[in-house]
């Protein structure tokens, strides 16, 4: 079979078991099997795929994994990052949070970085390839999503992986960025995210019973590891632009701006340290 035709099967296969955005979904995995990118298809779609390898990642999609986890990687901001199982999948409107953080380190020298909650460390280490001259700590908790960690930093020197509960801040040395897309969504809200991010892990998910915890422990915990001048970066659910400034406010900080993302969604929560 060559690709074409497993691209019209992939389609047809995956609407007819109601899978969303079937079209998609059947071309990323048929440019996976091949080895090539989506924009390639056009040029070898006559070429021959391995069949069974496409099937059995068909019926992984139909039972409801993530297209990311089924094919193991995913593009972010300017990279390819490794992801699977236990670890959160990077988003567009994240891509949008990792550019405020480049733009200031930019402007910075040698700057230091904390990302918070780093998961795959799509942001930290986006950072990190982007800005050479700074050096980047990565803090992540879970064992899973440290796997792929340590995996997407492995070739980049300037990112320093470390293994820890923020509400637990590490010695490390001060930092003129701090950065977190920490878990924000209510704990009773779970149940009723679509099939396929519930496929994703609860702790990255889960900020507890108003889904603003770690927004109150970065903000308190992590405030004496900044330097004067120095700013936080949060992305936020859509509703919590008002609740999360107050929190910044009552623990000192200042110049603080809800940011919006590329839908007119309040996203990103931006804020300088005294």
């Known amino acids: 079979m060559i690709l ?4 019209n099967y992939g389609v047809y296969f995956l609407s007819g078991n109601g899978v969303d955005e079937a079209e998609f979904k059947s071309l990323c995995l048929v440019c996976h099997c091949a080895g090539i ?3 390639e298809y056009e040029l070898h779609k006559k070429d021959d795929i391995i069949m069974k390898k496409f099937a059995d990642l068909l019926w992984r999609i139909k039972g409801g994994e993530p297209l990311q986890y089924v094919i193991g990687k995913w593009d972010f901001y300017e990279s390819e990052f490794f ?3 236990g670890v959160l999948i990077p988003r567009p409107e994240t891509e949008e949070l990792t550019e405020l953080v ?3 380190a930019k402007e910075l020298n040698n700057p230091v970085v904390y990302d918070l909650c780093a998961g ?3 942001i930290g280490i986006s950072a990190a390839k982007a800005v050479p001259s700074a050096t980047v700590y990565c803090v992540e908790k879970s064992a899973d999503a440290m796997f792929y960690l340590l995996k997407n930093a492995q070739n980049t020197a300037n990112v320093k992986v470390i293994n820890g509960d923020v509400s637990v801040p590490v010695q490390i040395p ?3 960025i701090i950065v977190s897309n920490p878990p924000y969504i209510r704990t009773d809200e779970l149940q009723k995210l679509q099939a396929e991010v519930q496929r994703e892990p609860q702790m990255a998910l889960d900020g507890g019973e108003d889904g603003l915890v770690f927004y109150r422990i970065i903000s308190e915990k992590w405030k004496s590891h900044l330097k004067n001048e120095a700013v936080l970066f949060f992305e936020i659910g859509d509703e919590q632009g008002e609740a999360v400034t107050e ?3 009552n623990n000192g900080y200042s110049n603080i701006e809800v940011i919006k993302d590329l839908y007119g969604n309040n996203r990103i929560v931006k804020a300088k340290n005294n």
């Open 83 to 85: 992801v699977g199982e």
């Open 37 to 39: 990118k989506n924009s």
């Open 4 to 7: 074409s035709e497993a691209y």
């Open 102 to 104: 480049i733009k200031k």
């Open 174 to 176: 001060a930092a003129d």
């Open 247 to 249: 929190i910044l406010k």
């Open 120 to 122: 795959s460390g799509c």
